[in-house]
C-alpha cells in the first residue's frame, strides 16, 4: 500500500470540498470583468461613471489573472509553458521534505527543547489522580474496555497457557525453595508463630480421639489373648489408653514447657537448620519439588492460570462501573501514593523525561531521516494532485479576493487620476 492510501490523500479529489466549484467561480468572475470592461470601453463616452466602471473591470482583470497565475505556478506550469519559478511543489518537492525534516529536527526532536517542555508536565501527578479515580464510564473507558477485550480474544489461548505453564515451572525449578522454606521457619520459631500452629495440631489430635475410640477398643480386643478377654482386662485396657492419651493431650496444650512440646520444637528447629545449611536435606526436597511439578494435575493447574486471569479480567471489564478486582485496588493505592508523596512524583518524572530525551536523541534522527525519505519517495504528480485538491478552495479565494481588491485598486486610481 502506498503511503497516499496510508495517510488517506488518495481519498481527495479536485470534485471534493467544493474546490471545481470555487474555480468556476473565481474563473467566471474574471470572465464577467471582462465582458464588463468590454462594455464599458465601448459605451465609455456615453456618462463619466462607466470610466469608473472599466478602470474597476480592467484592475480586475490583471488582479485575477495575476493571482491565477500565482497559484497555478504553485502546482504547474501556466498553459503548459516552461516558465521559470513555476511548477514549485513538484519541482521542489524533495527540497520541501528536507525542510520539513529539518523543521521537525529543529523544533520538535532536540533533546533541549523536548526536556525544556517537559520541564512543565507531571506525568507522575497526571498518572495518580487516574489510577486514583479511574473513570467507570465514558468513551475513554469504553474504548480501553473494547481494545483489552479485542486483544485478548484475538490471542492464542492454548499456546499463551503453555507458555505460561512453561515460564511458570521453569521459574519453580530455577527457584531453590528449601532455604526459604527453612527461613520462614526459622522466622515463625523466633517470633513463636509456631505456637498456635501446635496447639491446633494437639486440638485436632484430641478430636481424632474422640472419633475414633471404638476403632481403639476393637484392635485392643482383637489383640488380647482369649482369657483377658474373659476376665474383661481387655475393656479396662483400652479404657486406660484411651485415658492415658486424653491425659498427655490436655498436659501437652495446658503446658507450654511439656517435654514432647519442647521435643517438637527442638525437631521444628532443626529441621529449618537442615533446610538452609544440611546438602542432603536440600537435594531431597528439591527432589520432592520437581515431582510435584512434573505431576500432571500440577500442570493442568500451572496451564489454567491464563485462562482463570483472562476470564476474571473479561468478567471485572464487563461489569458496570468495574474496578477491576483486587488489581484495581492495587492500583489505585498507587495512585493515592503518587498524589500524596511529591518525593516519588519528582524522581518518577525525572526518569519519564530522561526516558523520553534519551528516545530523541537516539531515534529523532531516524524520524528526521523517515520524513524526508518519505516525501522523496512520492509521486510528484500524484501528490501535487492531492495537495491542490486538499486547499484548492481557500486558493480560489485568493482569487476571487485578488480579482475584487484590484478592481477597487483601479477605481482608487482612476479617481485619483480624474481629480488630479
Known amino acids: 500500500m502506498s503511503f497516499l492510501a496510508q495517510t488517506g490523500l488518495d481519498r481527495f479529489n479536485p470534485a471534493q470540498g467544493g474546490v471545481r466549484g470555487m474555480k468556476v467561480i473565481a474563473t467566471g468572475l474574471l470572465v464577467a470583468m471582462a465582458v464588463v470592461f468590454i462594455i464599458a470601453r465601448r459605451f465609455e463616452d456615453v456618462h463619466p461613471a462607466l470610466g469608473y466602471v472599466r478602470a474597476f473591470a480592467e484592475a480586475a482583470m490583471v488582479g485575477g489573472l495575476a493571482d491565477w497565475f500565482a497559484v497555478t505556478a504553485l502546482f504547474r506550469h501556466p498553459l503548459g509553458l516552461p516558465i521559470?519559478?513555476?511548477?514549485?511543489?513538484?519541482?521542489?518537492?524533495?527540497?520541501?521534505?528536507?525542510?520539513?525534516?529539518?523543521?521537525?529536527?529543529?523544533?520538535?526532536?532536540?533533546?533541549?527543547?523536548?526536556a525544556r517542555r517537559l520541564e512543565r508536565v507531571d506525568i507522575a501527578g497526571a498518572a495518580g489522580r487516574w489510577l486514583a479515580s479511574p473513570p467507570t464510564d465514558g468513551r475513554l473507558r469504553r474504548s480501553a474496555v473494547a481494545l483489552i477485550t479485542q486483544t485478548l480474544d484475538a490471542l492464542d489461548h492454548d499456546k499463551i497457557g503453555g507458555m505460561v505453564r512453561q515460564a511458570s515451572a521453569a521459574r519453580l525449578r530455577s527457584l531453590e525453595v528449601a532455604p526459604l522454606i527453612g527461613q520462614a521457619l526459622s522466622a515463625m520459631i523466633d517470633q513463636s508463630r509456631h505456637v498456635p500452629i501446635l496447639d491446633a495440631l494437639i486440638a485436632k489430635a484430641g478430636?481424632?480421639?474422640?472419633?475414633?475410640?471404638?476403632?481403639?477398643?476393637?484392635?485392643?480386643?482383637?489383640?488380647?489373648?482369649?482369657?483377658?478377654?474373659?476376665?474383661?482386662?481387655?475393656e479396662?485396657?483400652?479404657?486406660?489408653?484411651?485415658?492415658?492419651?486424653?491425659?498427655?493431650?490436655?498436659?501437652?496444650?495446658?503446658?507450654?514447657?511439656?517435654?514432647?512440646?519442647?521435643?517438637?520444637?527442638?525437631?521444628?528447629?532443626?529441621?529449618a537448620q537442615d533446610l538452609q545449611h544440611d546438602a542432603e536435606t536440600r537435594a531431597r526436597v528439591e527432589r520432592i519439588k520437581v515431582e510435584i511439578i512434573d505431576n500432571p494435575a500440577v500442570s493442568q493447574w500451572l496451564e489454567g492460570l491464563w485462562q482463570s486471569a483472562r476470564s476474571g479480567l473479561l468478567r471485572s471489564l464487563a461489569a458496570p462501573g468495574a474496578t477491576m478486582g483486587r488489581f484495581g485496588e492495587a492500583m489505585g493505592e498507587l495512585g493515592r501514593t503518587l498524589e500524596g508523596d511529591a518525593a516519588l512524583r519528582a524522581a518518577i518524572n525525572q526518569f519519564a523525561r530522561r526516558a523520553v530525551v534519551g528516545a530523541v536523541a537516539d531515534y529523532g534522527g531516524s524520524v528526521v531521516r523517515l520524513v524526508s525519505d518519505t516525501i522523496h519517495g512520492w509521486d510528484a504528480q500524484t501528490v501535487t494532485d492531492r495537495l491542490e485538491a486538499a486547499v484548492g478552495r481557500d486558493l480560489q479565494y485568493i482569487r476571487i479576493n485578488g480579482t475584487l481588491v484590484g478592481g477597487l485598486v483601479g477605481v482608487t486610481i482612476h479617481f485619483i487620476a480624474s481629480f488630479f
Open 84 to 114: 521559470p519559478h513555476t511548477a514549485i511543489i513538484p519541482r521542489n518537492k524533495d527540497r520541501i521534505g528536507d525542510n520539513l525534516a529539518n523543521f521537525l529536527k529543529s523544533n520538535f526532536l532536540t533533546p533541549s527543547i523536548v
Open 207 to 234: 478430636a481424632i480421639l474422640a472419633a475414633n475410640e471404638d476403632m481403639i477398643r476393637n484392635m485392643v480386643h482383637e489383640r488380647a489373648g482369649w482369657i483377658m478377654r474373659l476376665a474383661g482386662i481387655d
Open 236 to 271: 479396662k485396657l483400652s479404657t486406660t489408653i484411651i485415658d492415658g492419651l486424653y491425659k498427655l493431650f490436655g498436659d501437652m496444650a495446658d503446658d507450654p514447657g511439656h517435654p514432647i512440646r519442647l521435643k517438637i520444637e527442638q525437631g521444628l528447629a532443626s529441621l
